[in-house]
């Protein structure tokens, strides 16, 4: 799935639930909510690195819950990109992928032959 369908699928979700729970949802909650969202990766992230009790929860039971708070986190950044209106998939290839375009590029430009 592209990046931008899947934000875009998940701002969908995000609007149905607080519909369903009646609070109004606009930037300034999503904000909010990715704020709370990274705290809860922090939690499982102390979790599984043993810096945190665990809860009677076995390891993989710690595991599936990183997995779970990190698709929460990036959802709510998916959800925050598609409300606001930025195309997810444009800014980062600004961002990132830029870095490895100029990497190859100096890459090729280094194996080029020497002018005579």
């Known amino acids: 799935m592209e990046l931008r369908a899947l934000a875009r699928q998940i701002d969908a979700i995000s609007r149905r639930y607080a519909d369903v729970y009646g609070f109004e949802r606009d930037a300034d909650w999503l904000v909010l909510k990715l704020q709370e969202e990274v705290g809860e990766v922090v939690q499982a992230w102390l ?8 809860k009677g929860h076995s ?8 997995a779970l ?3 929460d986190a ?3 950044l998916l959800a925050l990109a598609e409300a606001t209106g930025v195309d997810i998939e ?5 961002k990132w992928l830029v870095w490895d375009r100029r990497v190859s590029q100096r890459a090729g430009e280094a194996d ?5």
Request: aromatic fraction near 4%.
């Open 74 to 76: 990036v959802g709510m």
């Open 90 to 94: 444009q800014a980062i290839d600004e």
């Open 47 to 54: 979790a599984k690195t043993g810096r945190q009790r665990d």
């Open 59 to 66: 390891p993989e039971e710690i595991d599936r819950r990183f």
């Open 112 to 116: 080029a032959p020497e002018p005579d």
């Open 69 to 71: 708070e990190l698709a």
